[in-house]
């Protein structure tokens, strides 16, 4: 196989695995009670540490009033707290609490628990195979990353 083929090979795989795990994900989701597009919100203020309604609704691809109802429950449900800005008084800063941290590392581990039983069922070769294999992947993201920036 040249590199062309490979790489469509994988991006297959990628894609039956996927599916495959869909069912577990879909497990912890539906636990939620919490909307998809408030999830989405607390993924992205947690990744940024604190973000304003600006970059809110950038992020989710949206207008910023479409975020101002957003927010509103996630403050109303203890998820988020609003701040005022450092910088500029007129900003309101959006910061997630410990409840919503929690509440998105309860979630990110409940997948890392099903992959943990899936992985048990590999060899050691295949283990060590992979983890190399995502080793490399990362640096690949970096290295896009960075030619991104």
């Known amino acids: 196989m040249d590199k062309a083929e490979i790489i469509k090979s994988i991006i297959e795989i990628e894609g039956q695995i996927g599916q495959t795990v869909l069912p577990y994900a879909m497990n912890s989701w539906c636990k939620l009670d919490v909307p998809l ?3 989405k919100s ?29 927010a509103e429950r996630l403050v109303e449900q203890g998820l988020v707290i609003r701040k005022t800005g450092t910088v ?3 900003i309101t800063m959006l910061q997630v609490t410990d409840k919503g941290r929690e509440l998105v590392t309860d979630l990110v581990e409940s997948k890392s628990g099903h992959m943990l039983h899936i992985l048990e069922h590999m060899s050691l070769d295949g283990l060590e195979s992979l983890r190399k294999g995502l080793q490399e992947l990362i640096l690949a993201i970096r290295a896009h990353q960075q030619e991104l920036s």
């Open 42 to 70: 607390l993924f992205i203020i947690m990744s940024k540490g604190e973000t304003n309604l600006s970059a809110l609704a950038q992020g989710l691809g949206v207008t910023p009033g479409d975020v101002t109802g957003i």
């Open 37 to 39: 597009a408030q999830m």
């Open 88 to 90: 500029d008084r007129r």
